[in-house]
């Protein structure tokens, strides 16, 4: 099977591109390597890859339709695993254009490649932050979402849209997943566990939002992979759902799964698990919630359960230490 992975050198893609290559398969991968955050790192992981045999690798950006179309067309994937954004809900209140551009152009270029391929299966990446202002836990699927308190959240929720009108227009088997957190091993920087740990090897203290209050379902990046790789084989049909719970449309073979274990975790509880890898104290600054962050997440997982008999298990102390494992090694700290 050939997957084309937009975002490839991404913290997922990455990851997912290097699975689905242990696993046989070949994976074209397409990223902008932009400069949100350190470039070398995004090298670095592309490096990797591109050992590989099977893997064919196209650095450009999803606004670019042209290239885009270009690269899929030559390859001619099965299915489209779309990774590929502008992510971080912080910065989207300094650079909101952005997100624009990658999240609504480039999924828009995305949608139309998989239309012209006629693809299998198209997987397409959404986040927690959908759940906006929802108030009741854990989140399920078939919850609204019409209230994002980002524009990083409000860009997902269209991407989810505009992903179910192609998949009605043009019967493009079509799944979201909705991430809960991510971490591990060449996570992004922009992320909490990232510039905790890195900011206690300098011997400098971190600021906790919130003050140490939120909770976030984390989920380790071997559990996430898992999920997708499963969820792959899993293309949504018209007609069959699995049961109430299910988020399958009634007018387009789509649905949303969340990814996450259903296991909140609590801010301090989480930096303690720092600690225990890092064999050293964080230095803690309690501050207030920042401008567009949420209390708390919980993934309900019934569905992703159902649909393929799984779901994340990872616990945190676990899954702090192999990022630690990892960030020392390639930091040489």
């Known amino acids: 099977m050939r997957v084309l992975v937009t975002g490839a050198a991404g913290f997922i893609g990455f990851h997912l591109s290097r699975r689905l290559l242990a696993d ?12 949100y955050y350190d470039v070398r790192l995004k090298q670095a992981r592309w490096a990797e890859l591109s050992r590989a045999s099977a893997f064919r690798g196209e650095v450009g950006m999803l606004e670019d339709a042209g290239a885009l179309s270009s690269f899929g067309e030559a390859g001619k994937p099965d299915l489209i695993v779309h990774l590929a954004a502008q992510a971080g809900v912080r910065y989207s209140l300094e650079n909101p254009r952005a997100y624009i551009d990658a999240n609504l152009v480039g999924t828009y270029n995305v949608l139309e490649l998989a239309r012209t391929l006629a693809v ?11 759940y906006g202002a929802n108030a009741a836990m854990p989140f399920h699927e078939t919850d609204r979402t019409d209230h994002p308190l980002t524009l990083y959240a409000a860009t997902k929720k269209a991407t989810e849209d505009m992903a179910h009108s192609y998949a009605h227009l043009w019967k493009i088997p079509t799944t979201a997943f909705r991430f809960f957190t991510v971490y591990g091993p060449w ?39 898992e999920a997708i790789v499963r969820l792959i084989d899993k293309a949504p049909r018209e007609g069959e759902a699995v049961g109430a719970i299910d988020s399958l449309s009634p007018a387009a073979p789509y649905r949303v799964v969340n990814i996450g274990g259903g296991q909140p975790v609590g801010l301090l509880a989480f930096i303690d698990a720092i600690e225990r890898a890092l064999g050293m104290p964080v230095a803690r600054r309690l501050t207030d919630m920042q401008k567009g962050d949420v209390p708390a997440t919980w993934a309900s997982p019934d569905l992703l359960r159902a649909l393929t008999g ?21 930091y040489g700290n």
């Open 24 to 35: 046989g398969h070949a994976v074209d991968g397409y990223d902008g390597m932009t400069p």
């Open 120 to 130: 299998r299966h198209l997987l397409i990446a959404s986040t927690s932050s959908v």
């Open 187 to 225: 996570g992004r920087p922009d992320m909490a566990l990232f510039k905790f740990v890195a900011a206690t090897l300098r011997g400098e203290p971190i600021d906790v939002y919130g003050r140490g209050e939120m909770k976030r379902d984390f989920t380790y990046i071997d559990d996430l992979l």
């Open 310 to 330: 799984y779901s994340p298990t990872t616990d945190v102390d676990a899954g702090v230490r192999a990022f630690v494992e990892w960030y020392r090694g390639f």
